[in-house]
T-cell receptor, first 113, second 110 residues
Framework: EAQVTQNPRYLITVTGKKLTVTCSQNMNHEYMSWYRQDPGLGLRQIYY???????DKGDVPEGYKVSRKEKRNFPLILESPSPNQTSLYFCASSLSTSSYEQYFGPGTRLTVT | QQPVQSPQAVILREGEDAVINCSSSKALYSVHWYRQKHGEAPVFLMILLKGGEQKGHDKISASFNEKKQQSSLYLTASQLSYSGTYFC???????????FGKGTRLHILP
């Protein structure tokens, strides 16, 4: 089944404790991206990647890191999480560039206390 | 710059029509439409590329007026399953990042 998976689905952590949210797709998609969703603000892009080893900042990249060492994986790293990073995070992938249908993962709800 | 969606929310009775608008102050290459049900991930509806095309499937269609940098999503004879939040995403150039609007909440009453 074609899908985008994220782990964990729910995470409660404390300020400053490094964490990684994994994202994996099995569709051989080149384009992958991370969004955060907050009430009333819509979906805001954090980082995106056009292909392996190619990443670029979205609209709200501060406090986040990403890497794309393999085509299928695009982990989101929070080196020192803060309460303002409490949010719902979605990973998405598409065949090539952003001009194609994006497939979203199920979401990761992160709470930083 | 984030596109502006209107209305912010709408309540309809089953069978009524709805129009959701998405506008940008910048020239656009494409407009994307997604629907998100509560507690779920956004699901793709359609993409419109510059050229003023109109797309649709079933009773959901959309238009893109590139001169006005506007897109409209049309939901005809709405069904209960249409309830959710609709997002438009805009792209200024090919291979550019997508910027999503804040969403329009649609609630269909039986």
């Amino acid at each position: 089944e074609a899908q985008v998976t994220q782990n964990p689905r729910y995470l409660i952590t404390v300020t400053g404790k490094k964490l990684t949210v994994t994202c994996s797709q099995n569709m051989n998609h080149e384009y992958m991206s991370w969004y955060r969703q907050d009430p009333g603000l819509g979906l805001r892009q954090i980082y995106y990647s056009m292909n392996v080893e190619v990443t670029d900042k979205g609209d709200v990249p501060e406090g986040y890191k990403v890497s794309r060492k393999e085509k299928r994986n695009f982990p989101l790293i929070l080196e020192s999480p803060s309460p303002n990073q409490t949010s719902l995070y979605f990973c998405a992938s598409s065949l090539s560039t952003s001009s194609y249908e994006q497939y979203f993962g199920p979401g990761t709800r992160l709470t930083v206390t | 710059q984030q596109p502006v969606q209107s209305p912010q929310a709408v309540i309809l009775r089953e069978g009524e029509d709805a129009v959701i608008n998405c506008s940008s102050s910048k020239a656009l290459y494409s407009v994307h439409w997604y629907r998100q049900k509560h507690g779920e991930a956004p699901v793709f509806l359609m993409i419109l590329l510059k050229g003023g095309e109109q797309k649709g499937h079933d009773k959901i269609s959309a238009s893109f007026n590139e001169k006005k940098q506007q897109s409209s999503l049309y939901l005809t004879a709405s069904q209960l399953s249409y309830s959710g939040t609709y997002f438009c995403g805009t792209e200024r150039d090919r291979d550019d990042k997508i910027i999503f609007g804040k969403g329009t909440r649609l609630h269909i009453l039986p």
